[in-house]
């Protein structure tokens, strides 16, 4: 009988593709999927370390029945990967010794081996070295989204912003050859998905290795051109690297949407400075008036931390300025959390309380929601291309889907639809997405 795996996958879009990685892999190994967790023979956590409390989630997760322990007084297989594996590596075992894989995020095709000394030796199994090569088996990720496939460009970053634990834990920068690239395109496409989601820490930093005229917006192109592609995202492009070329392919291109997720992390250009940014508040609203003047319908959300070590009340209301000229369709806010292995762990003592990073999200909050609601109740009435990508689990005759611009949109409607890009007519605001009724379905 084959063994079952549970996948279990905290933080970003990056560890969910990885994820998807982990599954296929061990579907080759001769794995099959758990329906759940009492039936799991391994359990596999694919970690986040971006904040502190992503990184606590790990040990809390570890320490519940019955990945701990089972009545019977059985235990799958448990594996860590992902960020925390790659920062803690044998740490891990201080505080959960039963845990018998850590896998680093560039070993990921280790991990059936790992597995198997693990259960031959009865000793827990390591392996958090930087392996160079990025290229990953064509076929082998088990792809979760009917619709929507993540490809990812490159991994790991160069650029060392002083709170980012990323370049500790997913190293340096490195680049996936445009052939391969195009193939996990041309084969997703081939599975029925009709959105490519390209991914990278800096996705306009990519250089082809094996193709010295292909940058980040040549890609695109190429992406572009596939047969079978409808939609194309990507995360994250950094303020400082965007290029007139890429507004160009954000605006000429027909199936790269009109969203650009573009963090600012500050409002301040002396707080952009100790983050070690490399980009001001000005050269950022330069940036969005070029992206409006060109693609004046495109669609802008941003991250943003508050609470940075030496934020004070004035850099805040920058931030708060900045998130009011800009008007940002949605936005990811974080309270500052000190990272190991960073430049601000290392100088830059925590210095702003917890109950006034706490005041200074909430203030935040309220200034984006108003925004956020000013722009869906504006959209109501209007007629927008929709790709239904789901089907709604509370509400039977219900999907939804997104708007190029990024927004989730609920409509009535059947399964038959996935995949589908529809018009659909906005019929009312709620705070994280509208309501709609398809103003042409066709057959
Ligand atoms: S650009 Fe900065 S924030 Fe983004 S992954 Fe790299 S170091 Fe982290």
């Not at 519940?64 to 044998?90: F, L, M, N, T």
């Not at 708060?320 to 601000?344: C, D, G, H, I």
């Not at 210095?351 to 109740?377: P, S, T």
Request: net charge neutral; with cysteine; aromatic share 6%.
């Amino acid at each position: 009988m084959a063994r079952k795996y549970l996948i279990e996958t905290f933080g970003c879009q990056m560890n969910v593709h990885d994820s998807e990685r982990f599954a296929g892999l061990l579907e080759q190994a001769g794995y099959e999927a758990a329906a759940d967790l009492s039936e799991a023979d391994l359990v596999l956590l694919n970690t986040c370390s971006v904040r502190e409390r992503a990184a606590e989630k790990l040990f809390s997760r570890l320490g519940e029945d019955p990945i701990a322990a089972r009545v019977d007084g059985s235990r799958p297989v448990i594996a860590v990967a992902g960020c925390v594996a790659q920062q803690e590596g044998r740490a891990i075992l201080r505080r959960a010794p039963y845990v018998d894989v850590i896998v680093g995020t560039q070993a990921a095709r280790q991990l059936p081996a790992l597995v198997e000394q693990a259960l031959a030796s009865g000793r827990a199994q390591f392996d958090v070295d930087r392996y160079e090569d990025v290229s990953f088996p064509l076929g082998v990720a088990r792809r979760g989204d009917p619709v929507k496939a993540y490809v990812t460009i490159l991994e790991g970053c160069n650029d060392h912003c002083a709170y980012c634990v990323v370049p500790s834990t997913r190293g340096r920068e490195r680049m996936r050859s445009k052939a391969d690239i195009l193939a996990e395109v041309q084969e997703a496409v081939a599975g029925g998905r009709r959105e490519i989601q390209l991914l990278g820490q800096i996705v306009n930093d990519y250089q082809a290795p094996d193709d010295p005229a292909c940058d980040f917006p040549a890609l695109l192109e190429a992406v572009d051109a596939v047969r079978g592609v409808e939609r194309i995202r990507f995360a994250s492009p950094h303020p400082r690297h965007a290029s007139e070329r890429l507004i160009a392919a954000i605006r000429d291109l027909p199936h790269v949407c009109k969203h650009v997720h573009l963090p600012i992390q500050s409002g301040s250009t002396r707080v952009l400075q100790l983050m070690r940014r490399r980009h001001t508040r000005e050269d950022y609203l330069r940036l969005v008036d070029a992206l409006r003047h060109a693609v004046p319908a495109v669609a802008i959300s941003t991250d943003l931390i508050v609470g940075f070590p030496g934020e004070t009340l004035e850099d805040f209301e920058c931030s708060l300025s900045l998130v009011a000229a800009v008007r940002f369709e949605s936005m990811f806010s974080f309270k500052y959390s000190e990272r190991p292995n960073t430049l601000a762990a290392r100088r830059m003592p925590d210095d702003v309380g917890g109950e006034e990073k706490a005041r200074r999200l909430a203030a935040l909050h309220d200034v984006q929601r108003e925004i956020q609601m000013e722009g869906y109740r504006a959209a109501v009435g209007g007629v927008f291309d929709v790709l239904v990508d789901s089907v709604s689990r509370r509400r039977a005759q219900e999907v939804a889907g997104r708007t190029t611009g990024n927004v989730v949109v609920n409509l009535p409607g059947r399964r038959e639809w996935l995949g589908r890009t529809l018009r659909v007519r906005i019929v009312g605001a709620g705070s994280n997405s509208l309501r709609g009724e398809a103003a042409e379905v066709g057959d």
